[in-house]
């Protein structure tokens, strides 16, 4: 099994994959007469055919080494990933080439960072490394199949070193 190393997740490195979500140094403005500071507009949805909506998710958590044998994209629509709770996730995605998805990369969450993966965006499934593995998942609902399954001819292992 060919190896991959997890990197700390960072706008930077996942641009090409969509965003980060994560607090700024300081907020766009502050609410509620003072006491919320809104961090506005960080993420890009992008949808066809449907609407965006908000879905729960209770995934099990898994461990490390990982072994991915699977990726999968959404090629109508975005896909937002929120942790509701304080802990990190896996993050995998893989730049498309010519339809497949190539090499993938993994990145660590830390606690209060969510990801949007943009639009047909080669990615592993929900990976939460400790519970609970409770997500608010933004994404498109509507008609037809928005999901395209690739299976790797050998799995990646992943793991922190």
Same mark, same amino acid.
């Given at each position: 099994?060919?190896?991959?190393?997890?990197?700390?997740?960072?706008?930077?490195?996942? *641009?090409?994959?969509?965003?980060?979500? =994560?607090?700024? &140094?300081?907020?766009?403005?502050?609410?509620?007469?003072?006491?919320?500071?809104?961090?506005?507009?960080?993420?890009?949805?992008?949808?066809?055919?449907?609407? &965006?909506?908000?879905?729960?998710?209770?995934?099990?958590?898994?461990?490390?080494?990982?072994?991915?044998?699977?990726?999968? %994209?959404?090629?109508?629509?975005?896909? &937002?990933?929120?942790?509701?709770?304080?802990?990190?996730?896996?993050?995998i995605? &893989?730049?498309?080439?010519?339809?497949k998805?190539?090499?993938?990369?993994?990145?660590?969450?830390?606690?209060?960072?969510?990801?949007?993966?943009? %639009?047909?965006?080669?990615?592993?499934?929900?990976?939460?490394?400790? *519970?609970?593995?409770?997500?608010?998942?933004?994404?498109?609902?509507?008609?037809?199949?928005?999901? =395209?399954?690739?299976?790797? =001819? *050998?799995?990646?292992?992943?793991? %922190?070193i």
């Open positions: 099994m060919s190896q991959i190393i997890i990197q700390p997740l960072s706008a930077e490195k996942f *641009a090409r994959f969509g965003e980060v979500l =994560e607090l700024k &140094a300081q907020p766009d403005k502050l609410i509620n007469q003072g006491l919320c500071g809104r961090h506005h507009d960080l993420a890009a949805l992008a949808f066809s055919g449907g609407r &965006a909506g908000i879905s729960l998710f209770d995934a099990e958590p898994r461990s490390l080494p990982y072994k991915l044998e699977m990726v999968e %994209r959404h090629p109508d629509g975005s896909q &937002a990933f929120i942790p509701m709770s304080q802990t990190s996730f896996l993050v995605v &893989a730049p498309d080439e010519g339809g998805p190539g090499r993938p990369l993994a990145f660590e969450t830390t606690p209060g960072q969510a990801i949007n993966l943009a %639009r047909g965006t080669w990615h592993g499934v929900l990976t939460p490394l400790s *519970a609970p593995g409770l997500f608010a998942v933004v994404d498109r609902i509507g008609p037809g199949m928005n999901l =395209e399954e690739h299976w790797f =001819e *050998a799995p990646f292992t992943i793991s %922190r």
